[in-house]
């Protein structure tokens, strides 16, 4: 047993290791042997005389990921496993039943199928439940059960799954899946081209500068590039993405590191497609990192009306080294600035709160920058759009909301309950948002807001001091306050919901495919852009 411990001790301890070479290990060289010296004997000794029988390859994989909990979120230990997930992140192709997929804890949950692909063409729909494949139970699978649908191609696999209560058995032929960075581009009306851009893979600016292409040879005279909810990707995309609307030889990023290796300027190299069409680009607050690198650089060199709300604020730039027995690091190796010299970084996960987390930068702390014809940036906090449209930037109620599931739910009730014949002319209703809101109250839904957890928090001190007796019949009453405030905030935010509700909802009855052409007629931050570039002079104000 020790024999065999000691072996299985070997193979993580090369991973941490090799987490160490560079400059860095050069410099403090003695205090990083010590610190693995140390880690070294104890992990043998917990794993030799732990009373109980231990799993060393869990306790590393928990250990590392641990440690690197402390750092920033993007700096992360993959495993096996892991690194396949990444790899298909990165290109967007894979083998399996083409489908987004969310693993909770005794199910898997069908979010999204891709028209056309294999769990479409099985019947499976968002919102089925899938609790067994080829008779393996989903809540009694050791690991990831998501890997159960995955396999070699045109291979047959039986899914089990409850829809409304009812469990239901379908065959499902897996088949090579590719995942398109352009999944949508087509015109919205005889001169402006719409694009979506939906992720920064390795197909991202060939998939671009196609559809750019395509829509000027049907008549595209103006174009609308959407980037909202676009989490970002590769950073040479961005570059050749930029690339297509401005000339070779533009400073598009630079990237800033400890290591001198990693201090970088990206600029374009190829001939672009167009550089005089006029360009609004879309972004919300979930377009992160390559998405801020295009919008942030087209608008410091004044090449695109910027509309939506702001970005995430990620400028931070990670790179995969690879470890031993084919596992990874990714690290986050510099921050990017963007052509006027900002960073847009929004999060500081280096100086945190008492609570532990990450802190925001203030707004009073950000600085201004110059675009190339002397308009006023800033850093800080994601990129600002120079057109707002509240419509598309959540609220903390609506990020509540959206992460308890409870709109992907009330949309999977509403598609078994209602027959819609022409989806265009879909309108969610104010009877309707009200049945959404009995929704909320029916299934429990709760918010804790920052306010409530101050004064939780208040009342146990006070407890600890004896003052609690008046405080506690204060505390009530302000509790009740804020649930009424609560209540308030759904009906404050019903815009923002609506819309969220309404674009999932139209994506269960013609697929995201559908939901694009929908956007383009119903689309608020669409029609606003459409609007500016329908008048040049009001397009060029922006600019200059």
């Known amino acids: 047993m020790k024999n065999l411990l000691k072996r299985r001790i070997l193979i993580p301890i090369f991973a941490v290791t090799i987490l160490f070479t560079g400059t860095a290990f050069k410099n403090d060289f003695f205090e990083i042997a010590k610190q693995i010296e140390i880690f070294t004997t104890l992990f043998k000794e917990l794993n030799m005389n732990y009373v109980d029988e231990t799993n060393p390859a869990d306790l590393m994989d928990n250990a590392i990921k641990n440690m690197l909990n402390d750092l920033d979120p993007y700096t992360k230990f993959y495993n096996e496993q892991d690194v396949e997930a990444e790899r298909i992140r990165r290109t967007g192709d894979y083998t399996g039943v083409g489908a987004r997929i969310r693993t909770l804890e005794n199910k898997l949950v069908i979010v999204e199928p891709y028209k056309g692909y294999p769990a479409d063409k099985a019947g499976l729909k968002a919102g089925d439940e899938i609790i067994a494949v080829d008779g393996v139970s989903v809540s009694g699978y050791d690991g990831d059960a998501s890997n159960l649908l995955k396999g070699a191609p045109n291979s047959a696999l039986q899914v089990t799954y409850k829809?409304?209560?009812?469990?239901?058995?379908?065959?499902?032929?897996?088949?090579?899946?590719?995942?398109?960075?352009?999944?949508?581009?087509?015109?919205?009306?005889?001169?402006?081209?719409?694009?979506?851009?939906?992720?920064?893979?390795?197909?991202?600016?060939?998939?671009?500068?196609?559809?750019?292409?395509?829509?000027?040879?049907?008549?595209?005279?103006?174009?609308?590039?959407?980037?909202?909810?676009?989490?970002?990707?590769?950073?040479?995309?961005?570059?050749?993405?930029?690339?297509?609307?401005?000339?070779?030889?533009?400073?598009?990023?630079?990237?800033?590191?400890?290591?001198?290796?990693?201090?970088?300027?990206?600029?374009?190299?190829?001939?672009?497609?167009?550089?005089?069409?006029?360009?609004?680009?879309?972004?919300?607050?979930?377009?992160?990192?390559?998405?801020?690198?295009?919008?942030?650089?087209?608008?410091?060199?004044?090449?695109?009306?910027?509309?939506?709300?702001?970005?995430?604020?990620?400028?931070?730039?990670?790179?995969?080294?690879?470890?031993?027995?084919?596992?990874?690091?990714?690290?986050?190796?510099?921050?990017?600035?963007?052509?006027?010299?900002?960073?847009?970084?929004?999060?500081?996960?280096?100086?945190?709160?008492?609570?532990?987390?990450?802190?925001?930068?203030?707004?009073?702390?950000?600085?201004?920058?110059?675009?190339?014809?002397?308009?006023?940036?800033?850093?800080?906090?994601?990129?600002?759009?120079?057109?707002?449209?509240?419509?598309?930037?959540?609220?903390?109620?609506?990020?509540?909301?959206?992460?308890?599931?409870?709109?992907?739910?009330?949309?999977?009730?509403?598609?078994?309950?209602?027959?819609?014949?022409?989806?265009?002319?879909?309108?969610?209703?104010?009877?309707?948002?009200?049945?959404?809101?009995?929704?909320?109250?029916?299934?429990?839904?709760?918010?804790?807001?920052?306010?409530?957890?101050?004064?939780?928090?208040?009342?146990?001190?006070?407890?600890?001091?004896?003052?609690?007796?008046?405080?506690?019949?204060?505390?009530?009453?302000?509790?009740?306050?804020?649930?009424?405030?609560k209540a308030k905030a759904v009906e404050d935010n019903k815009k923002q919901l609506i819309n969220l509700l309404t674009e999932e909802i139209v994506k269960r009855y013609v697929y995201r495919e559908g939901l694009y052409e929908y956007y383009k007629t119903n689309d608020e931050a669409i029609n606003k852009a459409s609007e500016i570039l329908s008048n040049p002079s009001k397009y060029n104000r922006y600019l200059n």
Request: charged share 25%; hydrophobic share 35%.
């Open 163 to 485: 829809r409304q209560g009812k469990t239901n058995t379908t065959s499902v032929t897996r088949s090579e899946i590719e995942i398109d960075a352009v999944p949508h581009f087509s015109m919205i009306d005889d001169k402006t081209g719409y694009i979506v851009l939906q992720k920064f893979n390795n197909k991202a600016s060939l998939q671009t500068g196609y559809a750019l292409k395509d829509l000027k040879a049907q008549g595209a005279k103006q174009i609308i590039l959407d980037l909202r909810s676009n989490p970002g990707g590769l950073l040479n995309e961005a570059v050749n993405v930029v690339n297509l609307f401005v000339p070779k030889g533009q400073l598009v990023v630079t990237t800033k590191s400890k290591v001198k290796k990693y201090n970088k300027t990206y600029y374009t190299k190829k001939e672009p497609v167009d550089t005089e069409i006029p360009v609004v680009v879309l972004i919300n607050g979930r377009s992160a990192s390559a998405s801020e690198i295009v919008a942030g650089t087209l608008q410091d060199i004044d090449r695109a009306v910027i509309v939506g709300s702001r970005s995430f604020g990620k400028g931070l730039v990670q790179r995969p080294k690879k470890l031993t027995y084919g596992t990874q690091l990714k690290v986050t190796i510099s921050r990017y600035y963007t052509p006027s010299g900002r960073c847009i970084q929004a999060l500081d996960y280096w100086n945190r709160d008492e609570n532990g987390n990450a802190v925001r930068v203030k707004q009073e702390n950000y600085n201004v920058f110059k675009t190339k014809n002397g308009r006023k940036v800033f850093d800080g906090g994601g990129v600002f759009p120079d057109e707002a449209v509240d419509v598309t930037k959540n609220t903390a109620i609506t990020d509540a909301i959206l992460n308890s599931q409870s709109i992907f739910d009330f949309a999977t009730k509403y598609y078994y309950s209602n027959t819609i014949d022409d989806i265009s002319d879909f309108n969610f209703s104010d009877s309707e948002f009200n049945a959404f809101k009995n929704y909320l109250n029916t299934t429990g839904f709760e918010f804790e807001t920052e306010t409530e957890k101050a004064l939780k928090k208040a009342l146990e001190v006070a407890k600890t001091e004896n003052l609690d007796d008046d405080i506690n019949r204060d505390y009530k009453t302000l509790i009740t306050n804020l649930d009424n405030s």
